[in-house]
Each structure stands twice: as structure tokens, then as C-alpha cells.
């Protein structure tokens, strides 16, 4: 398949509305979204501002919801379409100075689910992918230390890799996975079962 790029703000609701136009302009037609930015301002609740607690949702589930509204109808109207939304193990377990992230990764698995079923007739399947600790810059970002702990407890020992997720995603974008809606598959080496 074929893939182009549009830039804009996914916490902006008209960017993403432009971006789904500009690809309907573009092509006809639109068949996939992944939905695949992310943040973090992590803090402990005690510590975290209004203002970090606000920019995670903004992107990771504000977002999401975005995009998805803007590619709906089209999907709906075309009888096809294939939308994969990156979570997070956070999103299922929690972890500590990561409220925010938690929160809208626990959302967008929520978003997920009820997107699913709200499409499911119309030939659209929404799922969710929720990735462990990665070997991405979000996670070289991290103190040295959090990452060792990391793979400490996590059974395969080592972090996961870009490609591994992304090959589950392509995946759940095949047509051959028309019959798998409103899942959420786990990626992450066994650190949350």
C-alpha cells in the first residue's frame, strides 16, 4: 500500500479535519488510521500541573477522538475501513508519576471499545494495540535507571522493538482481519497479562 504524510496537530480538532479532507481529496477515499502520537509529562499527581495533566489528554486521547471523527463518515459511507489505536500497558496497569498517561491510555482502550461497536455493521473494525516498554525515543528518553527496571520485570528480558508492533498493526489493518473488532492486543513481553 501506498503511504503519504500530512502534518498538523492531532490535539486540534480543524488539523485533523484537514488532514482527513486533504487525504479525501487526495485519493478518493480513506481506509486506514492508526492513530499512533503520543506524550508524556510524567509527575507524581502531587506534583503534576494542571497544564501536564491537560497536554497528555490533549494528545493521546483528544486526539485520537479527533482523528477518528474526521475518517468516520468516509469509512462508514465506503463500507470499509481499518482503524488501530496505540495504547499502552500503562493504560491497563497504571504506573507510578504517569496519572495522566494512564488515564488517557486507559480512555483510548474506552474509545476503542465503543467505537467498535458503534461500526461494526458498516464493514469498519476499530482495535487497540497496547505496547510495553519499546525501543523508541519516548523510551530513550527515560532515566537510566527506569528503563533497566523495566526490563527487569518483564519476562522476556529485554524491550520490545518498533517493528514488532509495528507488524502486529499491519496486521489488524489486513482485510483478513475483518472479523476482529474492539480487541486490545498486548505487546510487552509479558509485563501485564
Not at 458503534?118 to 505496547?131: M, Q, S, W
Not at 518498533?162 to 475483518?178: C, I, N, S
Request: with cysteine.
Amino acid at each position: 500500500p501506498r503511504v503519504h504524510f500530512y502534518e498538523g496537530d492531532v490535539g486540534l480538532f480543524d488539523q485533523c479535519r484537514a488532514a482527513a479532507e486533504a487525504v479525501r481529496s487526495a485519493h478518493g477515499r480513506i481506509d486506514y488510521l492508526v492513530n499512533n502520537a503520543g506524550i508524556t509529562r510524567d509527575h507524581t499527581v502531587r506534583k503534576m500541573s494542571v497544564e501536564e495533566w491537560q497536554a497528555v489528554l490533549q494528545v493521546n486521547l483528544s486526539g485520537p477522538f479527533f482523528m477518528i471523527k474526521a475518517v468516520l463518515d468516509t469509512m462508514v459511507e465506503q463500507g470499509f475501513g481499518r482503524i488501530v489505536n496505540v495504547s499502552s500497558v500503562v493504560g491497563e496497569s497504571g504506573n507510578f508519576g504517569q496519572a495522566n498517561y494512564a488515564a488517557a491510555k486507559a480512555g483510548l482502550i474506552g474509545l476503542t471499545k465503543t467505537v467498535a461497536l458503534e461500526v461494526a455493521k458498516r464493514g469498519v473494525t476499530v482495535n487497540a494495540v497496547a505496547p510495553g516498554f519499546i525501543d523508541t525515543d519516548m523510551t530513550k528518553a527515560m532515566p537510566a535507571e527506569a528503563i533497566e527496571n523495566a526490563i527487569a520485570q518483564t519476562p522476556k528480558q529485554r524491550l520490545g522493538k518498533p517493528e514488532e508492533v509495528a507488524r502486529l498493526v499491519r496486521f489488524l489493518l489486513d482485510e483478513k482481519a475483518g472479523y476482529i473488532t474492539g480487541a486490545v492486543y498486548n505487546i510487552n513481553g509479558g509485563w501485564y497479562m
